[in-house]
């Protein structure tokens, strides 16, 4: 960020601001991400845009389209597309200039973006009408006309629209409609009046309809405007060049009306005079040509024969190809005897022209056609890897699908065969119970018999003795009656240790232990084999004797499934169990450390389904209370005395 901002500064100097720009972007490379080296690189890229340094230019562009594409972002790839048009267009590699901007206008256009995309439309046609495919430039040019219009009279959309009226002007001149030339050359001067600086754009539009006159045989009227052009005082001061072609230009008007005009010959020597002081050879080659004209139509050939050679010699070096042709007819008029071979290369030259003008007239529809089908193409590819990702995630979706069938066939089979399971538990229980039930009877029944043996039997004997000692103690003797005391307070001990042991007998306490052993076995049993620590604390005074078997089979499953939960899904390492008895309610309470779960989202599984099912058969109550990453907390409240 801080490198960019420094490249956007302009109080620095531009090749500080280059400098801090490759700094952005070797920083954005190294955070390898495309977004960020794309947008550090387009602030280099108009650094060197500004430079028209086009070698770094052309290879950060090509970079920012491969970037720009990999992101989808049409904004960067039109500009992409612009900026490497424009190069192409400047190193005069008109294919490629063509077919960048074809890129950029489609690209634009589906962006909205109408004032790029006139502007783009005007660069093809001016391509195209360089090399003479004159309808298609046209049909670009009008198109662009079109866009450009409907949008505000900015200074920059009327410079472009000038532009676009003065080329359809060129290109009607060069198809000699002059009357359709000098229409939209009009137009291109009213746009050039309401600029705000369109002092060129105007003197440019005011000589090119003098030259459209003098193209159409209007000599008269095209003098007079080139006069009238040079009257402009700043002209000569402001624009040496513009002047020294002007004067030129007025020079060959008077020379077309009248050869021996003697303000002919000062005019063509001041425009000659200026174009070598500003070494400009566009201006030598055209004033020199028409001065070779001149000076043969008036008998100086060696004068005529130097300029001529000289215009001939720039032009061949620019490839002005319609001034090779003008000295070629010039060299023939001036070397009769060698007017053959001139005539004869006009000819040459003329016709290949022809016919590159026609092999042209097809290579832009091409280059469109064949961009065209490279994007029919790519969509077609594209189209054919959505179908095919659709039907792939649509073969997995059946697959995912099919496992998820498979999978549910053998839960609910594992499920059934668990029910089955816990059913067959229940009754081995139930049976358990039962048969817990006869050996406590039996047993209380047996305690019963002792305790009433003990009391009935040994009790009664023991206390016959003690009533026959007692009446001992009639004996007078000291000896005997301190003996027999000894005695009877032993028998009492005897008799007071058999009635404690013979009421602990008869007590419930033993009848308490079966349920209860069955839970603490259960636990630890359980506990053990997952391995997980665990405290149980069951309250004292809990009467089990008061819970029908079927309450006690249920809160025994639920504890089992609660404690095989806590194993499967929380994966705890302690759980605290505890049963409490608070207003006849028996309450177990099962806390673990686990994972927890969040209980809006959490599917209710067969187990809990099972614990809630089991909790309303004996009409009981579930309380869960879960955080996750910090446990759970499962609380089951059991109505505990039958009615």
């Known amino acids: 960020m801080k490198y960019r901002n420094l490249s956007n500064d302009n109080n620095f100097d531009i090749d500080i601001r280059i400098v801090n720009a490759k700094h952005a972007v070797l920083l954005s490379k190294k955070y390898n991400i495309d977004s960020t080296i794309l947008y550090s690189n387009k602030k280099l890229s108009y650094l060197y ?23 989808k972002d049409s904004a960067a790839m039109a500009d992409a597309n612009y900026i490497l048009g424009y190069i192409s267009d400047e190193e005069v590699q008109l294919d490629s200039a063509y077919h960048y901007y074809y890129n950029a206008v ?30 298609g430039a046209e049909i670009n040019a009008i198109k662009a006309k079109k866009i450009i219009e409907l949008l505000p009279a900015n200074d920059n959309n009327l410079h472009t629209l000038w532009s676009i009226n003065n080329l359809i002007a060129t290109i009607s001149g060069q198809l000699q409609l002059y009357d359709k030339a000098l229409e939209y050359h009009d137009l291109a001067i009213v746009n050039a009046s309401e600029m705000k600086d369109g002092y060129y754009n105007l003197l440019y539009s005011k000589s090119n309809i003098a030259s459209t006159y003098r193209r159409k045989g209007l000599y008269v009227d095209a003098k007079d405007k080139f006069t009238d052009i040079l009257k402009d005082e700043r002209l000569k001061s402001n624009d040496s060049s513009s002047y020294s072609v002007i004067t030129a230009n007025l020079a060959y008007s008077k020379y077309l009306i009248n050869p021996i ?11 000659i ?37 000289l215009s001939y010699k720039i032009a061949k070096k620019a490839n002005v190809n319609e001034v090779i042709l003008q000295t070629l007819v010039t060299k023939a008029s001036i070397d009769v005897d060698s007017s053959r071979y001139y005539l004869t290369e006009h000819i040459k030259l003329n016709d290949s022209l022809i016919l590159a003008e026609r092999s042209i007239r097809n290579k832009f529809a091409r280059i469109e056609l064949e961009t065209a089908e490279i994007i ?15 039907t792939s995630i649509g073969l997995l979706i059946v697959l995912f699908f099919l496992y998820i069938i498979k ?17 067959a538990n229940e009754e081995i229980y139930t049976l358990m119970l039962s048969q817990q039930d006869k050996i406590d009877e039996a ?52 008799e007071e240790e058999i009635r404690k042991v013979s009421h602990e007998l008869n007590s419930d306490f033993i009848q308490k232990e079966g349920y209860l052993n069955i839970i603490k076995t259960l636990v630890e049993a359980q506990m053990t084999a997952y391995g997980i620590a665990y405290k149980l604390y069951i309250q004292e005074d809990i009467k089990w004797d008061n819970l029908n078997n079927k309450t006690k089979i249920h809160v025994y499953r639920i504890l089992q499934e609660t404690m095989q939960n806590t194993y499967k899904h929380a994966k705890a390492t302690l759980v605290d169990i505890s049963f409490q008895l608070k207003n006849n309610v028996l309450i177990l309470t099962v806390v673990d450390n686990g994972e927890g779960f969040d209980l809006q989202k959490a599917k209710k599984g067969i187990g809990l389904k099972n614990i809630e099912t089991r909790i309303q058969e004996i009409k009981g109550e579930l309380i869960i209370d879960s955080i996750i990453n910090k446990g759970t907390k499962i609380i089951i409240k059991v109505p505990a005395l039958e009615n």
């Open 407 to 423: 999978s549910q066939r053998e839960k609910n089979k594992e499920l059934q065969l668990e029910r089955q399971q816990q059913e």
């Open 273 to 309: 005079r200026i174009a070598k002081k500003l070494n400009d050879q566009l201006t030598m080659m055209s004033s020199g040509a028409y001065f070779a004209e001149y000076l043969n139509t008036i008998g100086k050939k060696d004068s005529a024969r130097y300029y001529n050679n």
């Open 49 to 71: 845009l500004l430079e028209d340094d086009f070698v770094p230019l052309k290879s950060i562009n090509k970079e920012n389209l491969i970037l720009a594409k990999r992101l």
């Open 443 to 494: 047993r209380g029944l047996e305690k019963n018999r002792i305790s009433q043996d003990i009391h009935d039997g040994i009790l009664g004997k023991l206390f016959g003795v003690r009533l026959s000692l007692d009446g001992l103690n009639l004996s007078s003797t000291t000896e005997a009656i301190k003996q027999r005391s000894v005695y009877i307070t032993e028998l009492k001990n005897i």
């Open 261 to 271: 005009d003697p303000d002919i010959n000062p005019l063509f020597m001041e425009s």
């Open 376 to 390: 029919e193409e790519n969509e077609q590819m594209s189209r054919q890897r959505l179908w095919l990702i659709i």
């Open 106 to 135: 489609k690209i634009f256009s589906s962006l909205n973006n109408y004032e790029k995309e006139g502007e783009l439309l005007l660069n093809m046609a001016n391509i195209q009408e360089s090399e003479r495919d004159f309808v």
